[in-house]
């Protein structure tokens, strides 16, 4: 390690010492929290609610993670992160490796062997020794905390750069039965410089959307059942809302923008259309949804879904016809009825439940996760792991001395200490 800080440029060492200055470390953090705050406050594409205003658009509130700020922020970070753990590391293996420890509390040994037999049954273990000393460490692991818990920072950064270099996540909306194929375009597509085109990687088939309710009958919770490939290798997946599945190293998110697919049928004399109304989910049995769509001949068909599942109820469609703001006709329908309404036949030949999907074929993901336990067991081995350090020397006047040293929770240990202490002087206390 001397050998490359000799050879290190003074441009190099003024550049380190900017990034790793306290005033450099401070901002970096501030602009982490502020992105963050962003990110939490702002929905962000392709989630539901992503904001369609320009000017959040253009500044990139919208879609925090892949703006190239936010890709610089990480990298410089990251940087921060590399140099704070080779300082930590270079320490801790100097302080694991040093012939001698601090001199936090220091006495006299009288009695050597009982001495030798108290380090034993404390646990304390040899990590070094000469001819004029000797030195015992309890938990020499914990002397590796802080290296260990930076080095998952580190992973947490490698983990964050990989993710935005390779994002790949789009929208995918299935109605129950339907079957896209292998490659087909995603809707709101977001993708990193180094992230594939956003489609659908692999051929499926939404089977069906179960939806579970509060007593209230307000919806709970959304489980898409979809079948993922073809043939015998294909997966039958389930996925709820908050709880991603991953198949062949892609993540399957099922968002809660769930609601019944419409298929209704307009028919003229002379005309007829078949055209498929998406209405979301109702809030609630007193609170239906609503839609409405422009037909060819200038009039507006408004469209509200009212269902009380809970009861067991069926989705009911109702259907106003406005032409200039003035209402020609309505009618209420469920699935398989026919009304008329204004010079339109209508019938409600099938109703489906529809479901959005989040599909993230990003990189880096199970490097992130990992991270998090890489930096739980780093402080555990810093905090609950605290090394105790015991030197034994020989002086110049022939005595024998202990230095015992503790880096924090002194009092904790005080009682060690005395044992110690005691069995040095003759008789344990």
């Known amino acids: 390690m001397r050998v490359s800080r000799v050879s290190m440029r003074p441009s190099q060492r003024s550049m380190i010492a900017l990034l790793t200055s306290r005033r450099a470390v401070l901002s970096v953090s501030a602009l982490a929290v502020a992105y963050g705050l962003v990110i ?75 001495l030798s037999r108290e380090v034993k049954r404390r646990g304390y273990v040899r990590v070094r020794r000469s001819p004029a000393e000797s030195r015992f460490v309890k938990h020499p692991w914990g002397l590796l905390g802080a290296t260990i818990l930076h080095a998952g920072l580190l992973l947490a950064g490698l983990g964050v750069v990989i993710v935005t270099l390779t994002r790949s996540v789009g929208l995918l909306t299935l109605v129950e039965g339907q079957t896209l194929p292998k490659g087909s375009a995603l809707a709101d597509p977001s993708h990193g410089p180094l992230g594939p085109a956003a489609a659908v990687p692999k051929t499926i088939t939404l089977e069906r959307v179960i939806a579970r309710f509060w ?48 298929f209704v049928t307009l028919s003229q004399p002379h005309d007829a259309q078949k055209i498929r109304l998406d209405l979301p989910q109702p809030q609630s049995p007193t609170e239906p949804s609503y839609v409405e769509r422009a037909l ?24 106003r016809l406005l032409r200039q703001g003035r209402q020609i006709g309505e009618a209420s329908l469920t699935e398989g009825d026919a009304a008329k309404i204004g010079a339109w036949s209508v019938s409600l030949d099938g109703v489906r439940r529809w479901a959005v999907l989040t599909i993230d074929q990003s990189r880096g993901y199970g490097l992130l996760f990992s991270s998090f336990f890489v930096v739980f067991a780093g402080g555990v081995l810093l905090y609950a792991s605290v090394p105790r350090e015991l030197t034994v020397y020989r002086r110049e006047d022939g005595s024998v001395w202990a230095d015992w040293y503790v880096p924090r929770f002194h009092e904790l240990y005080r009682s060690e200490l005395d044992s110690l202490r005691g069995a040095a002087e003759g008789g344990r206390r």
């Open 40 to 114: 939490a406050l702002v929905p962000q594409q392709p989630q539901a609610g992503a904001s369609t205003v320009d000017a959040v658009s253009t500044l990139g509130l919208d879609h925090v993670v892949t703006t190239w700020s936010f890709r610089a922020l990480v990298c410089v970070a990251l940087l921060q992160i590399v140099c704070a753990t080779l300082r930590i590391t270079r320490r801790d293996i100097r302080r694991l490796v040093r012939p001698r420890g601090p001199a936090g509390e220091r006495f006299e040994v009288v009695d050597a062997g009982a």
């Open 215 to 262: 007593d209230t009958g307000e919806p709970r919770r959304y489980t898409g059942v979809y079948v993922i490939g073809d043939g015998p290798k294909a997966a039958r997946l389930e996925i709820t809302t908050n709880s991603p599945r991953t198949f062949e190293q892609t993540r399957y998110h099922q968002e809660g923008r769930v609601g019944y697919a419409f």
């Open 296 to 319: 060819p001949d200038a009039s507006v068909l408004k469209a509200r879904c009212d269902v009380d599942e809970p009861a067991g109820s069926q989705p009911r469609l109702t259907l």
